[in-house]
């Protein structure tokens, strides 16, 4: 069997006997965990969807549904999938609008990866005959890959089913 060059001991919500813990209500960049980028010479595009998003409506507490969608380019940081996962659960009962949902996820994932690039976009499934889609990105502008990585970007949104095998 061989193994992953992937720096993995110091990750604890893998491997850990199935004692997963879930925090149902209440969101936190504690909750994601990242592992050593073995490519940082290379901008590449990484997009995690999660087609199961759930959230309370803070007016009415009805639960609002959604697919977020996570695209980054990450620089020296990953972020760990399960981690991802867990993070999107703590917000089954947060109650909050779908703007500051889809811009706190933003400054999480920022504060987490410290990637080149990263959009976070919410589209949330439509309630009382209305779609609201959000859309909050951020650049590592300060980075001498800023050109490149604004290029690979661009050409990453013109891509036609990129969510799509």
């Avoid at 010479?41 to 996570?70: A, K």
Wanted: glycine content about 6%; hydrophobic content about 35%.
């Amino acid at each position: 069997m061989s193994k992953s060059q992937d720096k993995t001991q110091h990750l604890q919500t893998l491997g850990q006997g199935g004692a997963t813990k879930y925090q149902m209500d209440s969101p936190s960049a504690d909750i994601l965990e990242v592992f050593p980028n073995n490519y940082i010479g290379r901008p590449y595009v990484v997009s995690i969807s999660f087609p199961e998003y759930t959230s309370l409506c803070p007016m009415t507490g009805q639960p609002d549904f959604g697919t977020i969608v996570m695209e980054y380019i990450p620089d020296e940081k990953i972020v760990e999938s399960k981690s991802f996962k867990l993070y999107m659960f703590a917000y089954r009962n947060h109650q909050s609008f779908m703007e500051t949902l889809t811009n706190t996820m933003l400054d999480d994932f920022v504060g987490a990866l410290d990637p080149l690039w990263c959009r976070v976009k919410g589209l949330f499934a439509p309630r009382g005959a209305t779609d609201l889609h959000v859309f909050a990105e951020h650049f590592k502008t300060d980075s001498p890959k800023y050109q490149q990585v604004k290029e690979l970007v661009s050409e990453w949104k013109q891509e036609a089913n990129r969510h799509s095998s």
